[in-house]
């Protein structure tokens, strides 16, 4: 809807803070780009252009504490509607393979559940931002929201943002809301479980991929 013919592909990488997303991607698109080369495109929210990059820094400032929800879920569909125009629809346009680490089932589980305002009203307002551009295959790396921010905890301590310091709670409640969504929509979304060693998780993504989006990784001439 909206946006013409799209011949390319789009994958979102899901998941509470901590779930190995970054870390599977990086593997899967090692694996990957031997055999799709420039068909291949990796990509994160907010994405690589300086406008997204902007609205993000403003989310994640320790300073912007009083920042309202649906400011925060607002600026959060800014930056992905820039992120599209700029960076995924040239790529699905142009028949290539886009991996996206988090997309709007980031912001229905965070600030629709998480935040409280509502999972059909940051739906709605997010179909505004992307006008209806959902992803062919959803990955969910699916562990339990409290091993996910032990990871973060042991791994990355210089790192941790203003959304990575909130209560256990609202991680509970972003976590829920990921699995209605994975309930929801099942030809979508797939789970992979995150509990494993990495190594495991890559491999699951790997398979589900690969059955999903026959086109692009077919076995035919699949390195072993
Ligand atoms: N399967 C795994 N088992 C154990 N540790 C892991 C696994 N996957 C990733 N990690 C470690 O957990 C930490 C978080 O991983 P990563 O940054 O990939 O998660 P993420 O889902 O991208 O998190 P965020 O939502 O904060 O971006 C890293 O230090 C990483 O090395
Ligand atoms: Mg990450």
């Not at 901590?18 to 991607?25: D, E, V």
């Not at 780009?33 to 989310?59: F, K, W, Y």
């Not at 990575?164 to 797939?190: G, M, N, T």
């Amino acid at each position: 809807m909206g946006w013409g013919t799209l011949t390319g592909k789009l994958v979102t990488f899901e998941g509470p803070d901590g779930a190995g997303k970054t870390s599977a991607l990086n593997a899967i698109v090692a694996d990957l780009q031997p055999r799709l080369g420039d068909r291949l495109v990796v990509t994160r929210e907010p994405g690589g252009n300086h406008i997204s990059e902007a609205i993000r820094a403003i989310i994640l400032d320790r300073k912007n504490t009083m920042m309202d929800d649906r400011t925060e879920a607002l600026l959060y569909a800014a930056a992905r509607r820039q992120h599209i125009v700029q960076e995924i629809l040239p790529a699905l346009q142009n028949d290539q393979l886009v991996l996206c680490d988090r997309y709007i089932d980031s912001s229905i589980a965070y600030q629709g559940a998480g935040r409280g305002i509502g999972e059909q009203a940051v739906y709605d307002m997010n179909q505004f931002a992307t006008k209806g551009l959902t992803p062919d295959l959803t990955l969910y790396f699916d562990v339990d929201a409290a091993v996910g921010l032990q990871r973060i905890q042991t791994h990355r301590q210089n790192e941790i943002n203003r959304l990575d310091v909130e209560a256990l709670s609202f991680h509970h409640k972003v976590q829920a809301a990921y699995l209605r969504l994975l309930a929801d929509h099942p030809a979508r979304i797939k789970r992979v479980d995150a509990s494993q060693p990495l190594e495991r998780v890559v491999q699951q993504a790997l398979q589900i991929m690969t059955a999903q989006l026959p086109a692009y990784l077919g076995t035919e001439g699949k390195s072993k």
